[in-house]
T-cell receptor, first 115, second 113 residues
Framework: ETGVTQTPRHLVMGMTNKKSLKCEQHLGHNAMYWYKQSAKKPLELMFVYSLEERVENNSVPSRFSPECPNSSHLFLHLHTLQPEDSALYLC??????????????FGSGTRLTVV | AQSVSQHNHHVILSEAASLELGCNYS??????LFWYVQYPGQHLQLLLKYFSGDPLVKGIKGFEAEFIKSKFSFNLRKPSVQWSDTAEYFCAVNGAGAQKLVFGQGTRLTINP
């Protein structure tokens, strides 16, 4: 384990479902991130939270809705997704925003399949 | 805007061969540079990082990378690869003051025994 825990590991959902991805870190980090990893594409930054405040929303469709209730937890709420949203969703955390001097610690990801 | 380019999409080598994976970035100011590795079925792990000082940085498992500012490059090297180095490798850059890491598309490395 890396210190960043993501649940569930796998998720299959229909296009009309609503589900949530959860990320938890107990590293004392102040920043958390959601990335999308699709085959043959760069990791796409979705959202950045610093000290529980969203500091970046990288043109992500509104069917993805993040929530950061405290510095240890980050959620990604999903609704009315499309098949092209199927991907590995990665959560990461860092001591400081952008991981200056320490980089990011990544979770193992949630493999999402939209049917 | 920052961008990172990894020109090698899939590299296949035999054990004991030398490795060099290319990484070029686009950003005009001060940068922090990283290489991450993702072994099959595992999470992304930090291999090495450059912030300042000696442009040749050494990381875990015998990897090293050289920052060449004039070429906007941060290539990853290993003199003798092992089968266990089979993984996907990602270069990432963070411009000073930016609150995010930008990743390249990754290079899949396959080492044949």
């Amino acid at each position: 384990e890396t210190g960043v825990t993501q649940t569930p590991r796998h998720l299959v959902m229909g296009m009309t479902n609503k589900k949530s991805l959860k990320c938890e870190q107990h590293l004392g980090h102040n920043a958390m991130y959601w990335y999308k990893q699709s085959a043959k594409k760069p990791l796409e930054l979705m959202f950045v939270y610093s000290l529980e405040e969203r500091v970046e929303n990288n043109s992500v469709p509104s069917r993805f809705s993040p929530e950061c209730p405290n510095s240890s937890h980050l959620f990604l709420h999903l609704h009315t997704l499309q098949p092209e949203d199927s991907a590995l969703y990665l959560c990461a955390s860092s001591q400081t925003p952008a991981g200056v001097n320490d980089g990011y610690t990544f979770g193992s990801g949630t493999r999402l399949t939209v049917v | 805007a920052q961008s990172v380019s990894q020109h090698n999409h899939h590299v296949i080598l035999s054990e004991a061969a030398s490795l060099e994976l290319g990484c070029n970035y686009s950003y005009g100011g001060t940068v922090n540079l990283f290489w991450y590795v993702q072994y099959p079925g595992q999470h992304l792990q930090l291999l090495l990082k450059y912030f300042s000082g000696d442009p040749l940085v050494k990381g875990i498992k015998g990897f090293e990378a050289e920052f060449i500012k004039s070429k906007f490059s941060f290539n990853l090297r290993k003199p003798s690869v092992q089968w266990s180095d089979t993984a996907e490798y990602f270069c990432a850059v963070n411009g000073a003051g930016a609150q995010k890491l930008v990743f390249g598309q990754g290079t899949r490395l396959t080492i044949n025994p």
